[in-house]
């Protein structure tokens, strides 16, 4: 298996049911990405949206646990739409696949689509100084995605009985938690993400609600305290996916 740091960023990557082609996209296959697609509860899910979709990772992810399911997809960047549309295009399930080319908020404002699923790993840098790749920056910078912006895309897309469902760094999913209250979404799972066991949270998972719930919470260790070497808990998660897992 590998994690974000071990990913050669030139080659595709090759999960057990589908491969990523990555090349010249800005965004990577990452850890972040496959926990989520691991983590999220698809039940009963019978159309799902990615947001932010990228290489279409995650959206795959859906696709194969979801053997009957819709899965649409929506992204700004035009060559990562155009990647994830051929990556889609590499497996048995294009078919019920589909990417849209837009912003997420014009999206959910002409769409009549609307989701038992959403999931996102969204851009997550609200400040600080900006790299000189325009691209990464429209990716991991909220600038063209703000919270409100996607809470409020969300709000339009997502059906009544349906679930929100994302990963985000410590801090920055603390803040995202309280702000959804105010647009009327509550927790009801959440799993903190640590590297190694006494490390510090460096990932939290959401799912996101209409309806408050008794809060489901856990914690996932990835690594034991040997390099490479993956807790029972993350094999379980992932061992689906990862080739060598």
């Known amino acids: 298996m ?3 740091s071990d990913i050669d960023k030139k080659e595709p990557f090759q999960f057990k049911q589908f491969t990523v082609n990555q090349q010249d996209c800005t965004m990577k296959v990452g850890t ?3 926990l989520l697609g691991a983590w999220a509860d698809v039940s009963d899910a019978e159309k799902v949206l990615d947001i932010g979709t990228g290489t279409g990772l995650i959206a795959l992810m859906m696709a194969q646990r979801l053997p009957e399911a819709e899965i649409h997809a929506v992204e700004i960047s035009e060559e990562a739409c155009k ?3 051929e990556n889609f295009a590499g497996t048995d399930w294009s078919e019920r696949m589909k990417v849209f080319n837009s912003p997420v908020q014009d999206f ?3 769409t009549d689509h609307r989701y038992d699923l959403i999931v996102s790993n969204p851009p997550f840098f609200s400040g600080g100084t900006f790299s000189s790749n325009e691209d990464k920056n429209l990716m991991r910078h909220t600038v063209r995605l703000p919270n ?3 809470l409020n895309s969300v709000r339009r897309l997502l059906n009544k009985s349906g679930r929100f469902v994302m990963i985000l760094p ?3 999913g603390l803040r995202f938690e309280e702000m959804a209250r105010q647009y009327h979404f509550y927790v009801t799972k959440k799993t903190s993400v640590l590297p190694t066991e006494g490390k510090q949270v460096e990932r939290l998972l959401l799912e996101f ?3 408050e719930e008794p809060l489901e919470e856990k914690t996932l260790v990835i690594e034991t305290d040997k390099r490479h070497v ?4 993350y094999v379980a998660l992932t061992k689906d996916f990862y080739l060598k897992m």
């Open 148 to 150: 409100g912006d996607l």
């Open 83 to 85: 990647l994830a549309r």
């Open 170 to 172: 410590y801090i920055e």
């Open 2 to 4: 590998a994690t974000t």
């Open 230 to 233: 993956y807790t029972e808990d």
């Open 108 to 110: 959910a404002k002409f």
């Open 32 to 34: 972040d990405g496959v």
């Open 209 to 211: 609600a209409y309806e």
